[in-house]
Antibody
Framework: QVQLVQSGAEVKKPGASVKVSCKAS????????IHWVRQAPGQGLEWMGI????????TYAQQFQDRVTMTRDTSTSTIYMELSSLRSEDTALYYC???????????WGQGTMVTVSS | QSGLTQPASVSGSPGQSITISCTGT?????????VSWYQQHPGKAPKLMIY???NRPSGVSNRFSGSKSGNTASLTISGLQAEDEADYYC??????????FGTGTKVTVL
């Protein structure tokens, strides 16, 4: 079936980087954009950026512009999101989600919990 | 870009109708038809309920409907049921070629 499967939980120290993966299956990997959305504990959803699995070409939310990198590996149908210079406020559940059509995120990964703590 | 403004909570009795508002600006909600709504139950990933302001994906109950007037979009749940108790988020495409989510609304079924 169509699904996005993310990598497991991470615990990082402040200042470190984290790289989260999102493996797509059950559909044509290069046909749909992938977004990353995060949710801090007890808080709302925050859009981080988008990547085109076909050509790369990521676009990042302004607040993450200098700290986030989104890449893809077409050979394994996997999208990666790396966030650097981590701080405690980055503790959150990170989701990848498929853009079925503009503004419609129809398939979501199970989420990856990233905890930043000294 | 700050989040779109939603009421923190909305409640209703079973069978009633409730409406959740989502207020943005002419650079997002008011400027595009690209407004969507997501339902999130505790511990679960969000689920797409409405896209393109008014459209329901296959499998979503017709008790859910969307609309927009100016810079404010709305989600109406009619015939409220216990299973509708969840958090709801709106989302909009923006003039910066980005997306922004609403602040979220907790729906309580009394």
């Amino acid at each position: 079936q169509v699904q996005l499967v993310q990598s497991g939980a991470e615990v990082k120290k402040p200042g470190a980087s984290v790289k989260v993966s999102c493996k797509a299956s059950g559909y044509s990997f290069t046909s749909y954009f992938i977004h990353w959305v995060r949710q801090a504990p007890g808080q709302g959803l925050e859009w981080m950026g988008i990547i085109n699995p076909s050509g790369g070409y990521p676009t990042y939310a302004q607040q993450f512009q200098d700290r986030v990198t989104m890449t893809r590996d077409t050979s394994t149908s996997t999208i990666y999101m790396e966030l650097s210079s981590l701080r405690s406020e980055d503790t959150a559940l990170y989701y990848c989600t498929r853009e079925w059509r503009t503004d419609a995120f129809d398939i979501w990964g199970q989420g990856t919990m990233v905890t930043v703590s000294s | 870009q700050s989040g779109l403004t939603q009421p923190a909570s909305v409640s209703g009795s079973p069978g009633q109708s409730i409406t959740i508002s989502c207020t943005g600006t002419s650079s997002d909600v008011g400027g595009y038809v690209y407004v969507s709504w997501y339902q999130q139950h505790p511990g679960k990933a969000p689920k797409l309920m409405i896209y393109d302001v008014t459209n329901r994906p296959s499998g979503v109950s017709n008790r859910f409907s969307g609309s927009k007037s100016g810079n404010t979009a709305s989600l109406t749940i009619s015939g409220l049921q216990a299973e509708d108790e969840a958090d709801y988020y709106c989302s909009s495409y923006t003039s910066s070629s980005a997306y922004v989510f609403g602040t979220g609304t907790k729906v309580t079924v009394l």
